[in-house]
């Protein structure tokens, strides 16, 4: 069924959706699983909850945050009301902000990650791989891993993936090798030695792991350098023995945000998901002239977010979009559409894709998408249609790229 019948329990949040990436995504599972409640996507405007994630950069009066992290100390945290601090993911961030003068109250401590133990069954949970692989989503096709790549022993996990599919893999695996924070997380939430490989090891990218690692009893200090045999890096593989008070970390949450939806039907989540990218005709051409003026240019953006807005009127979330004009004759296929939305999982510095009315159909996926140099602001748009991301975010120093030579 595609449609849930009302009235159903939901929650207002946030996560970070500029990819996809399965340690943000899996709130919507916890929401789902722990609390009976369809997460819906907020504007930050509205009470919300902050949940997984170093996404304090997000925060704001609003945000009602319950196991988020700082992702650095370097990043600027925004106004913070400390009364709607009900957990935080480790001792490194709650002594941050203790630092930064906000009187943060004693809360618990730990990533809600931690609970994805429930969302694997015990089928999911008999081994198939030796160890399970988890590059960080921007290493993903490093050199580094092809050895992991080579054997059916090893399982290359992909996290830019928003569904439990990530997470499945790792429950089926002996050993966890992460470069990926969540990685770890969900190894320790499934009883999984884990090893924290990187070869970066530098102090602000290590804060956010050192914060996870403060709620274990006997933490890994610092990375792993990825070379060498798979057989050297599972040899280094522990179980951790967490701290984490994860009756208190549930009972922490913030339930005066849980609501009955008496409304409309509301699309769940894992439909928005499932069915990304999604695509919508309009009557009215889509384009922008060389040189816009800075009125043409802030019409265009808002209509393209006003689209995004009503196309996902009723969905707990949005996903990625494809825009068209009725006129439009070639129109990429479904699996064009999956190649362009993964093109921009993987380079997230484009904020759209335009796809031209004169670019040519393709087969599975011949498509090409050739990255703009000049930003958004700077030149014209040929008529056409756009892909945009869950985010919506659009801007005239927007990058972008464009489906053909």
Not at 5 to 20: C, F
Not at 75 to 87: E, F, Q, S, Y
Not at 108 to 133: C, W
Not at 145 to 153: K, N, Q, Y
């Amino acid at each position: 069924m595609l449609y849930r019948e009302q009235p159903t329990r939901t929650v207002p949040y946030r996560y970070y959706n500029v990819i996809r990436n399965c340690g943000d995504a899996i709130s919507a599972y916890i929401l789902k699983n722990q609390f009976a409640a369809t997460g819906v996507f907020t504007e930050s405007s509205q009470p919300h909850l902050l949940p997984i994630g170093s996404i304090f950069f997000m925060a704001n009066a609003n945000s009602y945050i319950w196991g988020s992290g700082v992702l650095s100390p370097s990043v600027a945290l925004g106004a913070i009301d400390v009364t709607k601090i009900r957990a935080l993911r480790g001792e490194l961030t709650r002594n941050h902000l203790r630092s930064a003068g906000l009187q943060v109250p004693d809360v618990p401590l730990g990533d809600p990650g931690i609970l994805v133990k429930r969302l694997v069954s015990p089928d999911q949970m008999r081994a198939r791989y030796r160890a399970a692989i988890v590059p960080h989503h921007s290493s993903l096709h490093s050199k580094a891993f092809d050895a992991f790549r080579a054997s059916d022993e090893f399982c290359v996990v992909d996290m830019m993936d928003d569904s439990l599919l990530p997470l499945e893999q790792i429950a089926q695996s002996e050993v966890v090798i992460s470069q990926s924070l969540h990685g770890l997380v969900f190894a320790e939430a499934l009883g999984r030695p884990s090893l924290w490989i990187s070869n970066r090891n530098e102090p602000v990218w290590n804060f956010k792991f050192n914060d996870w690692f403060s709620m274990m009893k006997n933490p890994q200090r610092e990375p792993v350098a990825i070379a060498g045999k798979p057989e050297d890096l599972i040899s280094q593989a522990e179980h951790r023995v967490s701290k984490i008070n994860e009756a208190e970390l549930v009972g922490a949450f913030p339930s005066e945000l849980l609501e009955d939806q008496t409304s409309a039907l509301l699309t769940d989540f894992d439909v928005c998901r499932g069915l990304s990218p999604w695509q919508i005709f309009v009557e009215q051409p889509l384009a922008l002239k060389a040189e816009p003026s800075q009125q043409e240019l802030a019409a265009f953006a808002k209509r393209m977010r006003q689209l995004r807005a009503a196309a996902f009127t009723g969905f707990a979330e949005p996903a990625y979009l494809a825009v068209y004009p009725l006129s439009q004759k070639n129109t990429p296929s479904r699996v064009d559409l999956q190649a362009i939305q993964r093109f921009m999982d993987e380079r997230r510095n484009f904020d759209f894709v335009w796809i031209p009315e004169r670019a040519e159909p393709t087969g599975p996926s011949g498509i090409t998408i050739t990255p703009v140099e000049t930003k958004l602001g700077a030149g014209g748009l040929p008529p056409g249609g756009f892909m945009i991301r869950p985010s919506g975010f659009l801007s005239a120093n927007s990058s972008y790229a464009v489906v053909g030579a």
